[in-house]
């Protein structure tokens, strides 16, 4: 098989046809068609499914895609690398990161590092960090940024950057000019929280445990996909939350949200940068990563 066989594969899988495969890589439908049958014929089983609505993965498929995804990644890493010797020049590198991570910890760098490497064009994507830790295994990205890490083998964590999850309320809420509630009034709270595996969450999840406190005695209101949807939804007058403090600056600062401390709690959580381990990081891998880590040096400790 070859290269360009697999580059065909995922685009069909991405796209969902073969048609809009072939448009992707500028073939013909038919020559698509010819080139899957012949890495089915090579590899002795069906890896997609087609009919009427496109082509679906089979069991097979899965299997096959998650493995030319790292066979294509290796391939860009050859060709990263020989452009190291040209100065890191005409690089693209995809990075996954967390909700808080890519809109504070990412854009915070990005003008240094178009200084230091005007050559490297930065491709983002951004989930959850179960999602983009997700992202990673299958090779969809190189680097990783998240809140959260898990105890998969095959990923590899550094730590980056320290964070503190704060409560805060909106105007019309009963506690605005409370500086300072007790444990037991989060049981009346009225929580506006993130989609479960954020890291957020979890953070939190660990320090109700610590402070002897029910999680399932607080009553969850909403879950919404970010960050500042949140804060939005909580300095409208509805409910409050447990935030990033890197989030709420500007809110806090224009008095669209206040700062409550809860007695004997402090939510604190990590940033990590992961990587695959065992994987030799491509030269702008490591550029991000070491300009990252100085960045935040001084949150290290």
Not at 47 to 64: E, K, P, W
Not at 89 to 95: G, M, N, W
Not at 179 to 197: K, T
């Amino acid at each position: 098989m070859t290269l360009r066989q697999l580059e065909l594969f995922v685009a069909v899988v991405e796209t969902g046809s073969f048609s809009r495969g072939a448009e992707t890589i500028h073939l013909t439908q038919s020559t698509v068609s010819q080139h899957i049958s012949t890495l089915e014929a090579e590899v002795g089983t069906r890896l997609l499914d087609r009919d009427r609505n496109g082509a679906i993965l089979t069991a097979g498929g899965q299997v096959f895609l998650r493995h030319a995804r790292r066979i294509l990644a290796e391939r860009d890493l050859l060709l990263q690398s020989l452009a190291a010797f040209k100065g890191l020049a005409e690089v693209r590198l995809t990075i996954g990161a967390s909700n808080i991570p890519a809109n504070h910890l990412i854009p915070a760098v990005l003008r240094r590092l178009r200084q230091r490497y005007p050559g490297i064009a930065l491709t983002m994507q951004s989930g959850d960090s179960r999602e983009i830790l997700a992202k990673l295994l299958a090779a969809e990205i190189e680097l990783a940024v998240v809140g959260s890490r898990n105890a998969d083998p095959q990923l590899l964590f550094t730590p980056l950057a320290k964070d503190l999850l704060v409560l805060v309320v909106g105007p019309q809420h009963r506690w605005w000019q409370r500086e300072e509630i007790a444990l037991e009034e989060l049981r009346d709270g009225c929580f506006v929280m993130r989609e479960s595996g954020s890291g957020s969450e979890l953070a939190l999840q660990n320090e109700l445990q610590r402070v002897g406190v029910d999680r399932q005695t607080l009553t969850v209101a909403a879950r919404l996909g970010s960050n500042e949807a949140v804060c939005r939804t909580v300095a409208s007058g509805f409910g409050c939350a447990f935030v990033s403090q890197r989030s709420v600056q500007r809110e806090l600062a224009a008095g669209e949200l206040s700062q409550v401390t809860v007695a004997g709690m402090r939510v604190k959580r990590q940033f990590w940068l992961a990587a695959l381990r065992g994987r030799t990081p491509s030269p702008a891998v490591s550029a991000v990563v070491d300009l990252l880590l100085e960045s935040y040096a001084d949150e290290q400790a």
